[in-house]
């Protein structure tokens, strides 16, 4: 397995955490999400993936982010909330949109396309990078990036709410044998 710089994630952990604490304030008004137009949007194409990106306006860090949805969404999922916020702190930031999903390519495939596809979208991306990028990823994509992680390096890698390595099929099972009531709902 690939190893992470554990300086680098203790950094970005303090920076996660305050993002935590700080994010409503700083990004919803009267109830409503917005988007922080100090740090525009900007979108890129890598390998027939859709990407994302949200750049810091002065100098920051050297180290980018690249952020991996999960399941039925995009990368547009972190666009108005973790990208502003991080580009504020001075990182840059991108969000991939994996194949079948967002504007990227073989949305009619959605349903043939495996975790392996997912990690090529996730490795021609940070290839893309000039620096190795820092992963951030959420359910499905924190299975991604852990699969990427076995065979590629990064300098930190968080997972939010993440897909077990070994999948969730275990886990099923169990739950069904244990409280079928939960698989009624």
Do not use: N
């Amino acid at each position: 397995m690939a190893r992470v710089s554990s300086h680098f994630s203790t950094e970005l952990f303090a920076v996660t955490k305050s993002l935590h604490a700080s994010l409503r304030p700083l990004h919803y008004e009267k109830r409503y999400l917005i988007m922080d137009k100090r740090f525009p949007i900007q979108s890129h194409t890598v390998a027939g993936c859709e990407v994302l990106a949200c750049l810091p306006g002065r100098d920051g860090h050297e180290t980018p982010l690249l952020f991996v949805h999960g399941s039925f969404v995009g990368a547009w999922m972190w666009t108005s909330t973790f990208m502003p916020w991080f580009a504020a702190a001075g990182y840059p930031c991108y969000a991939v949109s994996l194949r079948g999903h967002g504007a990227s390519i073989e949305r009619e495939r959605i349903d043939w396309l495996s975790i392996a596809d997912y990690v090529e979208d996730v490795a021609a991306v940070a290839t893309w990078l000039e620096t190795p990028p820092a992963l951030i990823g959420h359910s499905m994509g924190g299975f991604v990036v852990q699969k990427y992680l076995e065979r590629c390096p990064a300098p930190a890698a968080v997972l939010l709410c993440a897909v077990p390595p070994q999948g969730l099929a275990a886990t099923q099972f169990h739950m069904l044998l244990q409280k079928p009531g939960l698989m009624l709902d």
